[in-house]
C-alpha cells in the first residue's frame, strides 16, 4: 500500500466528501475546558457533543485534554493538529466525522505545570474527567479518600507536583484561589456511584489534608454536578486504523469507533457557565441519581456479568457472548426480575424500551467489545454495578441467586486460570492481592470465595456476613468450578 498523507489541517480539504470535517474556524477555537483522561471514551462522547456546540457557534468552550499516563495521545494527536476521526457503526454502516475540538492536547507526567497553568487560566471554566473508577484513589465500598493510595500520600508531600487527579484538581485550585480566581466547576464523566458528591467529597478531603483554610474555601466553592455518561466505545484496534485511513485516502493513527446511540445526563450546576449542551442533546437535569442507577446497574451491571462469564465460557466479545442464547436471557432476566425492582424512574420513562435497545447494542455485531477489556477494575465497578443493587434486594426480602452468579464469575476469573487451564491477564489495582489469596487459598471455591468476601474495600462489611448473599455466591462459585461457565450460566437462565 503506498504511505498515506497524515490526517492534518493541510490534508483536511482532501478528504473525501461523504466524511464530515469541522464546519467552524477550529483552528481558532479558544479554549474553555480542560479535561482530564484524553482517552477514546472521552474523545468519541462527550468531544463530539462539544464539538456540536462549536459548530453552532458557541465559542469559547473548545478542548485542552491531558493524558495522566502515557504520552501516546499527544503523540498521536500533535502531527494531526488534533484532528481524529470518529467512526460510528451501527447495522447501516460506518459513518466518519473528524473532530477539531481538541485544540490542546498535554502529557501530565511529563509537564504538570503546564496542565496546572492551563487550568489556571481564567478562561477555563470547567474541569472535565475520564480517569476511570481507580483515578479518583477513593474506596470503592465507602466512596472516601483513600487517605494510604500511594499517589495521595505523595500528592500531598509535594502538592506542587501531583500524580493524581485529585492532586492536580486541588492544585490547579489553590492556584486559582491565590489568583483570585472562582474554582472551575469540577465535571466528573465517570462511571461512579453519586459521581459528582463522590469527587466533591474526595476533593474537599484532600484539600482539608493540605491545609485547612484551603479546605474551607474548596469545600464553599467548588461545584461538582453529577453527570451520567453513556456510549460504548470499544478499543481502538489496528484493524480499525487500516480500515479508516483506508476510507479516509491518509492516516489517521488515532481514530475512536463508536456505536450511534449517545447519552448524556448532566446536573445543571455550572457556576461559571457552560456550553448548551442540551442543544447537543444532553439531558440537563436537577437530579441524574434515577438515570446513574439505571446506567450503572442495566448497562454496567449487565456489561460485567458478560465480561466475567463470557471471557471463561471462551468468548471474545460482548456480542459473541450475547449470540448464545443462554446468556441473553440471563442477562435480560437480571434485568427485568432483579434490577429493574430497583429503579425509580420519572413519570413517562420507558425503561422497557431501554432496555430492547441495551439488548440490541450489547448484540451489534461491528462493535468487537472484548469481555477482557471491560473484566478490567472488578473490584473498583462491582459495587456500583451489582453490589448497590443486592444490597437493595436483599434488603427487600428478594432472592439474589443471578447477581451472585455474577460475582462469583468475578471471583473464578480473579483465581486467575481460564478453564482450558491458560493464565488469565488480570488489571486490576487490587490484582496482587488477589494473587496472594489464590496462591493461599488454591482454586478450593469456599475458601477462595471467603477470602475475596473478606476484602471490605469491595463487600464493605454487611454482605460478608449475610447467608443469603454469601450461600447462593459461594454455591455459584463451586458450580463455576466443577461444572463450566457455560454449563452454569445455562443452567441458571
Ligand atoms: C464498560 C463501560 O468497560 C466497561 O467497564 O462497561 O466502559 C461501558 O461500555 C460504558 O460505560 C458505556 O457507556
Known sequence: MPTLPRLAAATLPKLPAPVRRPGYDWTAAAIGIVHLGLGAFHRAHQAAMIEDCLERGESGWAIAGASLRSPETRDALAPQDGLYTLAVRGPGGEALRVIGAIRESLVAPEDPARLLARMARPETRIV???VTEKGYCHDPASGTLNEAHPDILHD???PERPKSAIGLLAAALRMRRMAGLRPFTVLTCDNLPANGR????????????LDADFGHWVADQVACPASMVDRIVPATTDEDRARISAALGMEDRWPVVTEPFSQWVVEDHFPLGRPDLAASGAEMVADVTPFEHMKLRLLNGSH???AYLGYLAGYETIAETMADPAFARLVRRQMDADITPTLHMPPGHDLGAYKDRLIERFKNPALRHRTWQIAMDGSQK??????GMIRERLAAGAPVERPALAVAGWMRYVAGIDEAGRPIDIRDPLASRFAEIV???GPNPETLGRALLGMPEIFGVDLPADPRFTGPVLAALAALFRD?????VAAAA
Not at 382 to 387: A, F, S, V
Open 304 to 306: 460485567s456479568t458478560l
Open 382 to 387: 462491582l459495587p456500583q454495578r451489582l453490589l
Open 128 to 130: 472535565s474527567l475520564t
Open 484 to 488: 463450566s461457565a457455560r454449563a452454569t
Open 156 to 158: 500531598l508531600a509535594h
Open 439 to 441: 496462591a493461599r487459598t
Open 198 to 209: 463522590t469527587v466533591k467529597r474526595v476533593i474537599d478531603r484532600f484539600a482539608a489534608l
